[in-house]
């Protein structure tokens, strides 16, 4: 039987790429960290904070996301959006992922 540490760390490289994409999807419409924190949860995307920031901070960096202030609002937040690069990579990862997907589907079909 699997120890629960391994099994968290195998949970936690499954999903590092697929957080990367729900990322650049969600973030097609503006929005702020904490708020992307919830929409990654209730989707089913359980997110530290300490690992989204750092993530966003990265892709930014890499030109997938550009960022903002809004100061319009009491607490001032910066909002983060999909760039084009960003919306680039988004399709093209999703087609990865759907062949990913497909290529799952047909092995655990096999192995029934």
Known sequence: MIDDDALATH???LRRGTVVLACLLILERPDYGYALLEALESK???VDAN???PLLRRLEKQGLLTSEWNTEE????KFYRTS???AELAATLTGDWTELNTAFRTLLKDES
């Open 84 to 86: 084009a690069d960003g």
């Open 44 to 46: 089913g995307f359980a």
């Open 51 to 53: 690992t989204l920031y």
């Open 74 to 77: 009491s607490r001032p937040r």
């Open 11 to 13: 949970r936690q490289e």
